[in-house]
């Protein structure tokens, strides 16, 4: 595809978008609702949660941070170590990158929502279990849901394949917005912590960057 033909598709599905979500609530889309309430209540309902093994290992539950009424959010795979201590997704040496790159689009970490696909950190960092995601996933959906973000951008494999529920490489999934439900596009890009190793792979992450504000405008 060609960088207009690419353009043109992402215009349509953005026309898409803006039509499923008056669909959906004819008028005003987010008076509707209070998104801060409602993510107060998820966070209260999550409490001290124990409703997997992680909770025995971890040390803070990871909830997600920024704006309630976000536009754009970031699902990451879960927290690590330095989130896993402070409490908030992407502090760490990642988290640094995100927000440069967050920086990079013109906004702020308090003008988004960051999240992450678990709330609890997976001890050793090691990947997130089928029955983890199970149980944990109904928060994100939750949160989702109360923001109903116009753009969710999936940091890296894990959050990509998950939420889009395919096995297929983060390579071939970005560069392009997948719909994902009446209210929400899903654009994956690169997982900052794969850019620190690969600093050769920014320039797609840039890209993707460029077309998730195309998307916002
Ligand atoms: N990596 C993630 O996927 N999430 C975080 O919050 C931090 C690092
Ligand atoms: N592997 C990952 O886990 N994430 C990426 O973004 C790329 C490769």
Not at 64 to 85: H, I, K, Q, S, T
Request: proline residues 8%; glycine residues 8%.
């Amino acid at each position: 595809m060609t960088m207009m033909e690419i353009n043109q598709d992402i215009m349509q599905l953005k026309a898409h978008l803006e039509r499923q979500r008056e669909l959906k609530n004819p008028g005003v889309l987010k008076p509707k609702h209070d998104p801060a309430k409602e993510l107060a209540a998820i966070c209260t309902d999550l409490g001290e949660c124990q409703r997997c093994p992680l909770h025995e290992t971890r040390n803070k539950i990871v909830f997600g941070a920024g704006d309630p009424n976000a536009d754009l959010m970031f699902v990451g795979e879960a927290p690590g170590g330095d989130e896993d201590r402070q409490g908030e997704p992407f502090v760490g040496r990642a988290g640094q990158l995100l927000t440069k790159i967050i920086a990079a689009i013109g906004k702020t970490r308090d003008q988004v929502y960051i999240a992450n696909i678990l709330k609890c950190r997976p001890p050793g960092n090691r990947n997130p279990e089928a029955k983890e995601i199970a149980t944990c996933s109904p928060f994100l959906d939750r949160q989702i849901e109360a923001i109903q973000p116009k753009v969710i951008c999936a940091l890296g494999t894990f959050a990509a394949q998950t939420m889009l529920k395919t096995t297929i490489p983060i390579g071939k999934l970005r560069g392009r917005a997948h719909p994902y439900n009446d209210y929400s596009l899903l654009v994956p890009t690169f997982h900052p912590a794969y850019l620190l190793r690969s600093p050769g792979k920014k320039k797609e992450t840039w890209e993707d960057m460029q077309m998730i504000m195309k998307l916002l405008v």
